[in-house]
Structures are given as C-alpha cells and as structure tokens.
C-alpha cells in the first residue's frame, strides 16, 4: 500500500491517487478494493494505474479493479477510457489474450442427476474439447474462409449451423466487433489461428461444470432472469480467448507501435505501454487486427459451446434443446471497444480498454439482449478451479462511475513455479476429487499450477464490487467437473 | 543450466534469465529456456530437421523474433525441438538455426505450459563478465 504520499480514501471501497502523484499524470487514479486487498495489492499497481493516467487523451479516472495485479504495462483487472478523437489505443491495455473472456451456458439439470454422471462427462468433454500445448483444432479453413471467421464473429457460426438461434444475442457486442480487417493481420496470426480453431489452451484457461450454490443464491428474482431457475442447476462455465491468433497480432503491434511511436514523438514510460492515436493509420490498423481477434475469440468460445452441447446431449441421452443448454452470457474481460458514455451531464465518445475487467451495463442499456436489457447485463466473474465463480449484474452505477465495468477474477497471487512446488498435480486432483470436484488436466504440472491456493479470495473482490455498486451479486457457482488445458 | 527459471517476476507468467559464452550460445540456452516451460526436453526425440533462418533490425529483436518463431511453429506445425545450433553473422542481425526435433506426441511426450508469446517486460541482452545473459518473460 502507498504509505508516503496522500492516497484519498473516498469511500470504505474506493481510493484515489491524485495527478500530483507523478509528473505526467492527466487524470487521478481511481483504486476499487477494501483495505485488506489495497493492503495485499502488489505495490506495482499503483505505478502501473498511475502510468496509465499519463496517457494522452484519457477520461476522468485510470481504473483499477478489486482484482488487480501488475500486468504487462497496464495492470491487470485495469480499466481506460480514452477520447476517439484525441486519445490513444494501446495493445498493452487490452492484453496479449485478446478478447479472453467467459461464457456461462445453462442447463435445466439438477445436481442429483449430474453427479453420477460428472466423471463420464468430463472424460467425453476432454476428448471433443481439444486443449493443451500444441493441440490442432477440430476444423481447418483455408485462408480467405479464416478471414470471414474472424470479420463476422458469431455471425458466421450462425450460418453455418454452429449456433443456435438465441446465441449471437446472448454474447456481447452480439458475437461480433464492427470493423475487423483481416487485411491487417499478418500471416503468421493467420497461420495461428486457423491451427486453433475450437481449441481450448491452457493456462489458466478451463471448461467448468458447475452447481448453483444454494447457500449463496444472493437473488433469486435477478437469477430467474438469467435462466437460473433451481437451487441446485447445473451450468457450465468457458473461460478462454483467441488463443495463439490473438497474441500473435498483440505481438506484431506492440513491435509496429514502437516504429510508430519513434516517428510521433511519443514517449512512454514502460515499453510494453506502446501507444498511438487511436484515429492514426496504425491505430486504425490495429483496432480493424484486434477486432478479427475479438470475433475469433467469440467463435472459439461459439465452438466449445457447441461441442458441450453434444457431450451433455450423448451423456443424457437426450437433445441438448431438450436440456435446456442456452446461453446465459458471454463477456470480453480482455478487450478495447468504441462506446458512448454520459457523465455529469456530459456525452462521450470512448475507445474504453478493459484488460481483466468486464463490462458491467445497467439497466436499461440498448446493447443488453431484451430479455435482461429491464434488469442489467449478465456480468460473469471466474474464480478459481477451487474456490467457484459468480453471476453478478451491472449497475446504472457502474454506468456512472467506471464507464459501464468492473472486475474479471480474482488474480494470483502465487507464481506457478511456487505453486508447483507447493503441491503436486496428482495430489490436488486427489484433494479436489474429495472435494466433489473431477478434473480432468492436459497436464499435471499445469493443474498444479492453478491450485486454488494461488489466487487471491475471489469472494472479497465480487464483495467489494458489490459494495462499490459498479456489480451487484446474483448467484455463487461451484464447481463439480473441471477441464483445464 | 545454462539458464534458470525467476520465481515472482511475472507472477501469473514465467520468466527466465539465460546465459551464453557467445551470443549464438546465449541464443540456444534460451531457446532451450523456451521449450522446457513447454515439454520436459528429455522426452523429444531429435527426429526432425528444420533450419531457421531470420533477419531483423538489432540483437535484441533478433533473439524476441527467434524465441517467437519456435513459439508459432509450436502451434502451426506441432513442433517441439531438443537440440539447437545457432550462427549468428558479425552484425548480430541475421541468425542461421539448426533445430532438431519431432512432431508433439501427447502419449510420449511430457508436456508442461502452452507458451503463447514472448513479451518485452524486462526483455534484453547484456554483456556479463563471462560472456552474455537475457532476460525473457513468457506469455502464458
């Protein structure tokens, strides 16, 4: 925690460092989090938050999330918006993992008839699901096919029987980002890409089966709106992004911005903060690339939903129609997009970069599917493979305040390297297992990896969300069968 | 070891420092830096060839595009490597690479992290007593 310079406290869950911080700052630097997490954030942070508010054209406040941990230049759980006109975009504000996100699909199962059947499950999904180091995707694509892919998002999965008719208008931004030119995108992102189609990765990228935890069904109203209608209901939780194709593209512009930066005269103060006009030539190219990369993401995400369609569908011996396997949402936590904002008084048009944060809509807003559009955006938070996740929703506040977002996980706190020494894979598969949690790992090293124990407690962060209004809490999700990559 | 793995640098990522007589040997220890956070190198077999060769604008950018090419070939081509043999020419700019190795073999092959980029956070090369060390800080 910041301890020699005046930090505002402005409520019991919101702190503020003032641009006399540091020389360069245009804006304050806005910090969500209780005192316990502001005690535990890594000092890092603040340098990272505060570095962010340096950069031209920024609006009110740089952000950081109850989530946040250091992250390639900006932090991670770290939230810009910059002005269209006169701000900039940055590929180290979105991340490398463009458009990782999480998607929540329901089922009308109840635990009691998922239970005997998890391990079956989770055996069938590992096997339709392809994940871990290397793995081919379950189709291949010519080039020009790739490209349409990547400009038309889940638009495309909808012509070609890979969504149901109800999914592109449960995922954000409909499935597809306007203005994607696969023209901007080298080869080699291409070449990526395509080997990746439907892939799932690794990391801490995972497939969940999980169970609405009846001892934290916040509100039971807001939860029959998403669909979640039982105590007990089964749903399943997708995290992962766009896999080698996204970070391809974030590592052919950072490299771009740099030759860009050098001739405008930009000058940052962490290299991996490269950033440019966003209504320059490289800026636009850059959106049109991230976008191809967002739709893909989208597609990806479209894909594994489809395949844990028919792994339920052959499981139950019954259609996945009939079981009810509809989306509740799909959130980009990972992403920068163009949105107009009103603010004391005042209407905007931003390019908001959201890395490990997520949009958090209120009530009321035209780009919430109509179904949720009375009371708020579905807003999905993943914790660990342990400790469960959350459905929230967003808040008018969160509109008010943060331009319509807040956090994304709960974060690490432990390196891998520690993690692994600490346990064994084989050992937390066994722990898990006792726990009522079967997991099926393309690795045991990296299952180690993601112990629950290295994470930060995801409750204080959805707690300290809810406190602050920019989210407020649906249902806590428990997991019961997990497929890590 | 020519190269260790830093604990705590990039917490939800992995960093290594590698070192290297000479800069082509600098290169390889990364190389090999690289595909250990992928696969234990014990379990690939030298089975295939591929020669590399690249240019690029400084040392620095060279080794970061070199680290990369192995990381795309990994996702594009299913290939992991065991044994490298790098040239580098006087200007540090172009980079000649022997590597061998095999097509990945889930059954076989002890796979560990999907490495998916190499980033520029503390990314560089300096000149130490012995010869020459890197820092390099992997996207997971």
Known sequence: ?????????????????????????RVPARIYANRELLQAMDRIVFEQVTNVACLPGIIRYSYAMADAHWGYGFPIGGVAAFDVEKGVISPGGIGFDINCGMRLLRTNLRLGEVKPKVRELVDLLFQLVPAGVGVKGTQRFAETQFEEITKWGVKWCAEHDLAWEDDPSHVEEGGYIKGAEPSKVSGQAKSRGISQFGTLGSGNHYLEIQVVDPARHFDQVLAQHFGIVHEDQVVVMIHCGSRGFGHQIATDYVRNFEGGMKRAGIQVRDRELASLPFNSREGQDYYGAMACAANFAFVNRQVIVQKIREAFGRVFHRDPEALGMHLVYDVCHNIAKVERHTYDGSTVEAIVHRKGATRSFGPGHPDIPPPYRSVGQPVII??????GSYLLVGTQRAMEETFGSTA??????MSRTAAKKSIRGHDLQRKMQEKGIYVKAATMDGLAEE?????????????????????????ALRPIGNVKG | MPFRFLDNVAIADVAFEARGRTLPALFESCARALTEVMVDRRSVRPRRVERITL?????????????????????????????????????GRKLKCVARGELIDRERHRLRNDVKAVTTHLFGIKRSGKGFSATVVLDI
Not at chain 1, 3 to 19: G, H, R
Not at chain 1, 382 to 387: F, L, P, V
């Open chain 1, 408 to 413: 994304h996980g709960s974060g690490r706190t």
């Open chain 2, 55 to 91: 240019t690029s604008d400084s040392t620095e950018n060279l080794l970061y595009d070199f680290l990369t090419d192995l990381i795309i070939r990994k996702d594009v081509e299913s290939i992991l490597f065991k044994e490298f043999l790098v040239s580098l020419d006087k200007s």
């Open chain 1, 382 to 387: 993943g914790g660990s493979m342990e400790t």
């Open chain 1, 1 to 25: 925690m910041l301890s020699n310079f005046a930090m505002k406290q402005v409520s019991d869950v919101l702190w503020e460092i003032p641009p006399s911080y540091k020389p360069g700052m």
């Open chain 1, 451 to 475: 112990a629950g124990m290295a994470y930060k407690d995801i409750s204080q962060v959805v707690e300290t969300m809810d406190r602050a209004g920019i989210s407020k809490k649906v249902v």
